[in-house]
């Protein structure tokens, strides 16, 4: 182990503490990188794909040597009922060259990669080591700073700052009375299976090529009437199968995450993408879904958050999120260290930089969607079915004119619920189904 004093300690070694710790000691700050993990990426997973260009803003040409999986050229939402599927997607070879859009990504291969990028810029790392809590220090008659952190060994580790990049249940930010309990409600559960299969395998099955990749994701009658997704990724020689929704409404109609994830997998439009892949790797992990509502206060004195803890998650968007705002609270670190002053008053200028990013106009944008989920449970459900019906009418050949047969679908969209139900559930549903 190292000192027992730095510039700056960064609590998790997931995309939001690396990029930061890494930033940092580009700068010439010494930062302890702390991770709780045996290595890092061994406690984390996610569905996923890395958005290139938020990511090469940390690591220009990251592509070149980040052990990705492949790029991702086709994506595709399936809305699915019991034995059929609506799909909406778009197929893009341009995303197979340089510089590319978004790769899939193993975590457990990716975060050491990158939280090494973040050593090799002169950040000390320290795995298998738990933050248990924040340490204080005096500023004055009533005032205090944070000022370090204490281990599980112990061991205090001093620091002017410390930045808590430590991912969606943040316990520290909620102890730094930043945040208040995150709530079930403001919680998705998700469990993912990944599955081997051979590459050629999985590029006839996918109709792909090397190096290319697709993603699916799925919502409606697989997911076993909760409201969340689920979704496919190809790797390079595995299939991520993913499934999940609301935490509380998983634990109200008491479903295990197996259970969802077997249903999810046993739909017979799923299983045929996955016959003959075997299992490798099995993981739970929860996203904050609070919403805008719910991110906490982004800086005290001596103390910044970033990433999930933050509450940065937009759509399918969370790790690139992660690496944006921990580049932005490096930058402001630096910015404090240039003036010698840790106090809330200078670390406020990080969550300017968030407030006004283009991501954060996504997140407010969508301020109303866990009200609307709350209000329109089973609007997901319905309306995945009322397009499946549609379209099972529209598709299938009958003895009518097409005019008439226009009719009947109209008819029983509207027989389905009352009027004013349907034209609210679909209004709403539309509002807010923004992005897939
Ligand atoms: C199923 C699923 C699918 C997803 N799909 C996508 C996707 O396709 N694209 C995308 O961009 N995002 C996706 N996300 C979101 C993305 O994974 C997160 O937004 C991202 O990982 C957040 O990064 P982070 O660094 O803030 O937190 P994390 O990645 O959670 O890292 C936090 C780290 O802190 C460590 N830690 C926590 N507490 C302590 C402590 N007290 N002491 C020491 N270490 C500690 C943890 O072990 C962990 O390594 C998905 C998430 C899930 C669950």
């Known amino acids: 182990m190292g000192h027992d004093r730095y510039d700056a300690v960064v609590v998790g070694a997931g995309p939001a503490g690396s990029a930061a710790a890494m930033s940092m000691a580009q700068n010439n700050l010494s930062v302890a990188l702390i991770e709780r993990g045996e290595q890092p990426g061994s406690k984390n997973m996610f569905g996923g ?59 457990s291969k990716f975060d050491p990669w990158f939280a090494d990028q973040a050593v090799k810029a002169g950040a000390q790392l320290m795995t298998s080591t738990l933050v248990e809590e924040l340490v204080y220090e005096k500023t004055g008659l009533l005032n205090k700073k944070v000022a370090g952190v204490e281990l599980d060994s112990g061991e205090i580790i001093h620091a002017d700052v410390v ?67 689920g979704g496919i990724w190809t790797n390079q020689e595995s299939i991520s199968v993913v499934v999940g929704g609301y935490l509380n409404q998983i634990i109200n109609k008491g479903v295990s995450p197996y259970q969802l994830l077997s249903r999810f997998k046993e739909h017979s439009l799923i299983s045929r993408l996955l016959a003959g892949a075997e299992p490798i790797a099995y993981k739970a ?25 933050a509450m940065m998650v937009t759509g399918r968007r969370g790790a690139d999120l ?4 921990g580049l932005y609270a490096a930058e402001v670190i630096a910015q404090a260290r240039a003036a ?12 300017k930089r968030i ?5 954060m106009e996504n997140i407010k944008e969508h301020k109303d969607r866990k009200e609307y989920y709350q209000n ?59 992005d897939f």
Do not use: C
Not at 60 to 82: C, G, H, Q, S, T
Not at 184 to 208: C, D, H, M, Q, T
């Open 163 to 229: 930045l808590l990049a430590e991912g969606a249940s943040a316990a520290l930010t909620q102890e730094a009375g930043l945040r208040e309990e995150i709530k079930p409600s403001s919680l998705f559960l998700y469990v993912k299976e990944e599955l081997g299969l051979p590459a050629e395998k999985i590029e006839s099955r996918f109709n792909l090529e090397p190096g290319e990749g697709a993603n699916i994701g799925m919502l409606g009658y697989p997911g076993s009437g909760i409201i969340g997704k």
């Open 49 to 107: 794909s890395l958005s290139r260009k938020p990511t090469a803003e940390a690591i220009p040409e990251f592509w070149k040597e980040a052990p990705l999986e492949r790029a991702i050229v086709n994506e595709e939402l399936w809305l699915m009922d019991k034995t059929s599927a609506v799909k909406v997607g778009f197929t893009g070879l341009e995303f197979n060259k340089s510089p590319y859009n978004k790769f899939s990504v193993i975590r």
């Open 340 to 351: 010698q002053d840790y106090s809330a008053e200078i670390l406020k200028g990080y969550e």
């Open 376 to 434: 329109y449970s089973d609007s997901d459900f319905l309306l995945t079915k009322a397009a499946n019906d549609a379209a099972y009418r529209f598709f299938k050949v009958g003895l009518q004119s097409k005019k008439d047969k226009m009719k009947t679908i109209r008819k029983d969209l509207f027989n389905m619920q009352p009027t004013d139900k349907l034209v609210s559930d679909l209004y709403h549903g539309l509002k807010n189904w923004g």
């Open 355 to 359: 407030m006004n990013s283009f991501f």
């Open 285 to 309: 992990h929860t996203i904050p879904k609070g919403g805008y509502n719910e991110i906490p206060q982004l800086y005290g004195d001596g103390v910044l958050v970033a990433g999930d803890a």
């Open 322 to 325: 992660a690496i944006l705002t």
